[in-house]
């Protein structure tokens, strides 16, 4: 890297978090602000789009001001805004600002793929030293997507969700759980949107070999299915009265059953492309027991898992400006 400065604001409106930050081209995190949205969804148990974007639009400002409230916009030399895929109208609202703050001082613009960006959460994490070609896995509410990473700039996708994405199943499984649970405990659990966090809190209690449940899709190709194993959880819980322990033993067999179909297929993939490093990105990542059960099989069977920091898992608007960066500067 050359010596010469250079600082990307970088902005991120796709789904429910409103985010602003500032990196550098060297990896560095001068901000990194996220306003999230989650509290306002939580009632209907998913993102509503309208809501979003009125949401977006009342903050967006909030958030770049404080992204920057050390530092002077005349510094910046690149403004990068996710420009798809996500919900059209939150897209709107980031692409819009970050045009017109271009055009304002005078500042080059560049629209950021946000599956992308959830890949450079990880290089940013690393600070760029993982090597080439590297197996990434984004696991997310919207995208449960497998590529080689060939560079910092070409990805070839292997396999996507052919249903469900994975971080959707977990949301829909927890609203699930909320409404058959007895009326008396309803009030007790944290079941509410997103539901991945709650599902992982409350798995911790249960017994994940208690409800036999699909894993789908393991070794089949290099896509995935999750539709099926939501399916299997509704027919489980259909017109029961869940108890507590009934939730806790439901959410760790679901999980463990997520986590077998990720920890088959990575295996499965890695040695059918002898590739063994592997990125894992979006929301679900953050999950600690996947984590887990990932590095445990990375130790026997050599594999190399890196995941982003806890910040960077969920959507952010700091692995938009770095990937904005290479994109631009490469
Ligand atoms: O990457 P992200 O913030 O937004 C999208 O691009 O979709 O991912 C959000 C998703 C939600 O479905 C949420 O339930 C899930 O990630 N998630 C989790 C956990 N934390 C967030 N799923 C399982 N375990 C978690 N700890
Ligand atoms: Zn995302």
Redesign the pocket.
Known sequence: MSKKSFYCLGIET????TAAAVVDKDYKIISNVVFSQQKLHAPYFGVVPELASRTHYEKIHIVIDKALKNFNIKRINLIAYTEKP?LKGALLVGKTVAKTLGFIYSIPTIGVD?LWG?IYSVILTYKGKIKFPFLSL??????TELSMVYSFKKREVLGQTLDD????A??KV?KMLYTYLDEKYKKNLPLS????????KLAVYGDNKKIKLPRPYMLEDYNFSFSGLKTAVLYYVKNKKLTLKDVYDICASF?TAVVDVFKTKLLYVAEKLNCRRICI??????????RKKLKDIGRDKNLEFYFPSKTL???NAAMIASAGIKFYLD
């Open positions: 796709s789904c429910d978090e996500g946000h959830h984004i696991i997310s509410g919207g995208h994405a994975v971080g959707e977990f949301d927890a949107y997103p539901g991945g966090p709650a599902v992982e999980q990105s979006g929301g679900v990542s953050s999950n600690k027991f996947l898992s969920t959507d």
